[in-house]
Structure formats: C-alpha cells, structure tokens
C-alpha cells in the first residue's frame, strides 16, 4: 500500500488536490452563508405545544417549498465542508510524515 500512495503521480497531484479542497470549502462556506441569510426567521417554533394549534398544510410540507430547500442546501453544505476538511487534515497528515 505504501507503494501505491508513495507513487510519484499521487504526490504530483497532492498539492493541487489539497488546493481544489480549500476551494471547494471556500465556496461551500460563501454559499452557505447566503443561504443562512436568505432563510426567513423561525418564528413560533414551540407555540403550538402551549396554544394547542395544529400544524398547517405549509408546515407539513415544508421541505417542498422554498424554505425547506434553502434549509437542505445549508445540511448538504455543512456536510461537504465536513468531509472536505477531514479529507484535507488526513492528506496534509500523511504528506507531513504523521501516519506511521
């Protein structure tokens, strides 16, 4: 194994890989922060437990109007800025000697 990723092509890449990484977080990031802002504000999310009202139709199906696909697209940028920077910490890791 350590012979296939001591390859030189695979350490050819390495550094234009850790590169597209920082980017692709970068502009997670920005998306999701236009995201955020462009979400409404949440209101009244625990009245119903106290006023006893029932949800609504819009409620219910939140996740196929607007606000539920901005609130999808903010999960789906969280979770690639995730593996993003553990796939960036782990190449950085083995490049700089710290595995074995």
Do not use: H
């Not at 890989?17 to 998306?31: E, F, K, S």
């Not at 949440?42 to 006893?52: E, K, L, P, V, Y």
Request: aromatic content about 12%; hydrophobic content about 50%; overall charge positive.
């Amino acid at each position: 194994m350590q012979k296939l990723l001591g390859a030189s092509w695979f350490q050819d890449i390495q550094p234009y890989a850790q590169a597209g990484l920082v980017i692709l977080i970068a502009v997670c990031c920005m998306v999701m922060v236009i995201a955020i802002l462009a979400s409404p504000p949440q209101t009244g999310r625990g009245s119903n437990a106290i006023t006893g009202a029932s949800e609504s139709y819009y409620t219910k199906n939140r996740g196929a109007n607007n606000q539920g696909r901005i609130r999808n697209l903010i999960i789906i940028c969280a979770l690639v800025i995730a593996v993003s920077a553990v796939l960036y910490f782990i190449s950085y890791s083995f490049f700089q000697g710290g595995f074995g």
